[in-house]
């Protein structure tokens, strides 16, 4: 697994992730990413045949979490959490045209 | 070295304990409003030069401390934290005030609610004075990268408070702040604790409710308190901790008085020394302190033996994946479109996006957003992401052997003391690997607490992180009582 990313690489996942990059930066992100994918690497040493994978820790505590009961509630108030809106007509956030006809 | 025109700790100034405080407003001797104001004058006098508060809530303060007072007036039972001046890091949203996250993508946020735990502080009568400047989205170990500027470290204003919890850390060392509120994720409230020379508590995760933490990476946040002894760090963690309906990954473990536990003598735990963090990288002069801590546990009564945690060094590359993957989905949603920075200059939605990002977000932030969506794209996933799960499972199950032979196990917080300002900033991968000895507990999911442990000969502080088992943060307070009551 060890990665040689290159300019495409991150161009492609810039484009996955809706984030730009100038051209001025594309070399220090290509160098950054380039050592800490050489470091990760290292992680190859291990054998984890047959570990399952860990993505909650509670799992391992043994004390569960508790679900609330599935009722309906009142949501944030909506006039606030328009206010936040860049652009709105108060009832629907706007953003340029989706499609162009 | 501090700098020639200042003197070391100018700055440093240890607050008073909850307990004093809460006594003298209660019998009248002092009044919380005063308190505060006297909390804003030192504010306005250190901030320019520290940079640790980003915004102030006055009004809301006052308000609180005004009627803190009027129950004083009336002789009523005051709650636990009655009048006490809080400082609360950006990355927890405080309804109608900014929470920036640090970060020019929130700038001109008012969020339409509280976080759970800063409504906890409010509901036990604390003082809310702002909110503290930290690592963009939380995303940093030095505090550099703040998109407001980075946070001076109180004991020596050229050096870094650590990060990404710098403000929290450095309020408190400066006493701009009696407690603070900051996260940790990979380290973000263990190192600046150990910098800056104050106690900051890493809780179990899920012990304390999530619910208003603006995201980084969830199966690893956590919020927990700054305070200037471990005894108030302790009561802090009571009254931010237990079970929210808002936050369903919160565990209904029952809360401990923490306090009361800490007050127990650390005579006859077991206490485990792993030689993994005691190796190569570490500044012998950290080590010498820690070891003198080491030797006053063993004069406390504590059995003290090695244990193996074999997997240590796979931990930070473990975790870069983990935690960047998980930030890349959690801050996708900052879209441009129902909250947050917009880039005025968008002619498309596509172009929406990532204008709004590219023009939003700082460096690091797009370093990690990258580095985690390429370790979950396609052909990847199963080398990078699902193998560093696999990797935490091996970790976690090293920490959970040890705990089966001993109560706590103790390390140094941080390889290295505070760094100075732009030492490290060029080169990411070194400010990663000085998270070595944190990310491990960050993964397991266990507690811990910083505890300050000596200073180095130049005067810098050392912090020793005392780890204990899920849910066993009275155990860790208990010996963190110890280390800290042998540097009276």
Redesign the interface.
């Given at each position: 697994?060890s990665a040689r990313?290159t300019i495409e690489?991150?161009e492609r996942?810039?484009e996955?992730?809706?984030?730009?990059?100038?051209p001025e930066?594309m070399p220090g992100?290509l160098r950054?990413?380039n050592?800490?994918?050489d470091?990760?690497?290292?992680?190859?040493?291990?054998d984890?045949e047959g570990?399952?994978?860990?993505?909650?820790?509670?799992e391992?505590?043994g004390?569960?979490?508790?679900?609330?009961p599935d009722r309906a509630g009142s949501p944030?108030?909506r006039a606030?959490?328009m206010?936040?809106?860049?652009?709105t007509d108060g009832v629907f956030?706007k953003?340029?045209?989706?499609i162009e006809r | 070295m501090p700098s020639d025109t200042e003197p070391a700790n100018t700055f440093v100034e240890t607050p008073g304990t909850l307990d004093a405080l809460r006594g003298q407003i209660a019998s009248g001797r002092i009044r919380a409003v005063d308190l505060a104001a006297g909390y804003y004058d030192r504010i306005e006098k250190l901030n320019p030069r520290l940079n640790v508060y980003l915004s102030l809530t006055r009004e809301r303060a006052f308000a609180q401390a005004e009627r803190i007072d009027a129950m004083a007036a009336r002789g009523d039972a005051l709650p636990p934290l009655a009048g006490i001046p809080v400082g609360i890091k950006d990355v927890l949203v405080t309804k109608g005030a900014p929470s920036t996250a640090a970060s020019k993508m929130l700038r001109d946020?008012?969020p339409?609610?509280d976080c759970t735990a800063v409504a906890r502080l409010e509901a036990a009568g604390a003082v809310v004075l702002g909110k503290l400047n930290c690592d963009e989205f939380a995303m940093g170990s030095s505090n550099e990268n703040s998109a407001y500027g980075p946070v001076r470290n109180p004991v020596d204003p050229e050096r870094v408070p650590g990060g990404s919890s710098g403000g929290s850390a450095a309020a408190v060392a400066a006493n701009m702040a009696v407690a603070a509120l900051g996260t940790d994720t990979g380290g973000s409230i263990r190192q600046p604790a150990s910098f800056c020379g104050v106690v900051g508590v890493l809780p179990?995760?899920?012990r304390v409710s999530r619910y208003g933490l603006i995201a980084f990476a969830s199966?690893l946040d956590r919020i927990g308190p700054f305070a200037s002894n471990v005894r108030d760090a302790a009561a802090l963690l009571g009254v931010i901790a237990g079970?929210d309906?808002c936050?369903?990954?919160?565990?209904?473990?029952p809360v401990e008085d923490y306090a009361a536990e800490s007050d127990k003598p650390a005579a006859g735990l077991r206490i485990g020394v792993p030689a993994e963090y005691f190796g190569d990288g570490l500044d012998p002069e950290v080590g010498a302190a820690i070891e003198k801590g080491i030797e006053h546990l063993k004069a406390a009564g504590c059995a003290v033996r090695p244990v193996s945690l074999p997997?240590t060094?796979?931990a930070?590359?473990?975790y870069?994946?983990i935690a960047t993957a998980e930030a890349?989905a959690n801050l996708?949603r900052f879209?441009?479109?129902?909250?947050?920075?917009?880039s005025p200059r968008?002619?498309?939605?596509?172009?929406?996006?990532?204008?709004s990002?590219?023009e939003g977000?700082g460096?690091e932030v797009?370093?990690r957003?990258?580095?985690g969506?390429?370790a979950l794209?396609a052909g990847y996933y199963d080398?990078?992401y699902?193998?560093?799960?696999?990797?935490?499972?091996?970790l976690?199950e090293e920490f959970?052997r040890a705990f089966a032979e001993v109560d706590a196990i103790v390390t140094p917080t941080s390889p290295v003391p505070a760094f100075r300002i732009g030492e490290k900033a060029g080169d990411?991968?070194a400010m990663?690997?000085a998270d070595i000895y944190t990310v491990t507990a960050s993964?397991?999911?266990i507690c811990g607490v910083n505890v300050p442990c000596g200073r180095t000969p130049a005067g810098l502080p050392v912090g020793m992180q005392v780890l204990a088992s899920?849910?066993g943060e009275s155990t860790a307070f208990r010996v963190a009582r110890a280390v800290e009551a042998a540097q009276q």
């Open positions: 697994m990313v690489d991150v996942v810039a996955l992730a809706n984030v730009e990059l100038t930066e992100m950054d990413l050592a800490i994918l470091c990760v690497a290292e992680l190859n040493e291990l984890t570990v399952a994978p860990l993505a909650q820790v509670s391992l505590s004390v569960a979490a508790a679900l609330r944030l108030d606030a959490v206010s936040q809106a860049p652009e956030f953003v340029p045209k989706v | 946020y008012r339409p609610y179990t995760w899920g199966s079970h309906p936050d369903a990954t919160s565990s209904t473990a997997n060094r796979y930070v590359p473990a870069y994946l890349s996708a879209d441009g479109v129902r909250y947050g920075y917009r968008s002619a498309t939605l596509a172009d929406l996006y990532r204008h990002r590219d977000f460096a797009k370093r957003i990258l580095l969506t390429y794209s080398a990078y699902r193998k560093a799960q696999q990797v935490r499972r091996l976690a959970l990411p991968l990663y690997l993964l397991a999911g899920h849910f």
